[in-house]
């Protein structure tokens, strides 16, 4: 069982910055493969970011590309989404997901709402 806190969500103006921080408690938190899923009202959830147990590889969504950068820190068992030049469709419910084969274990969800 893996519990997933997420954090650093809020209210940001378009072309501001965030940085959501994603907390395991599992003991073998560098085998899990960790995703940021986001769902805005009304719409389908949308995977936003990947990155590998060891952190050596990374996805993005086309819409995220050049502007999230998703990391991770395995000694202190959190993952990170930088998220830069932020967009009013950027505005969801980001969710945090620990994956380990076909387990699949997800946080509460962060809100991120970008608006001037």
């Known amino acids: 069982q893996v519990q997933l806190v997420e954090s650093g969500g809020g209210l940001v103006q378009p072309g501001g910055s965030l940085r959501l921080s994603c907390a395991a408690s599992?003991?073998?938190?560098?085998?899990?493969?960790m995703r940021w899923y986001r769902q805005a009202p009304g719409k389908e959830r949308e995977l936003v970011a990947h990155i590998t147990s060891t952190g050596g590889s990374t996805n993005y969504a086309d819409s995220v590309k050049g502007r999230f950068t998703i990391s991770r820190d395995n000694a202190k068992n959190t993952v990170y989404l930088q998220m830069n030049n932020l967009k009013p469709e950027d505005t969801a419910v980001y969710y945090c997901?620990?994956?380990?084969?076909?387990?699949?274990?997800w946080g509460q969800g962060t809100q991120v709402t970008v608006s001037s």
């Open positions: 997901v620990a994956l380990q084969g076909s387990l699949g274990y």
């Open positions: 599992a003991v073998s938190f560098s085998s899990y493969v």
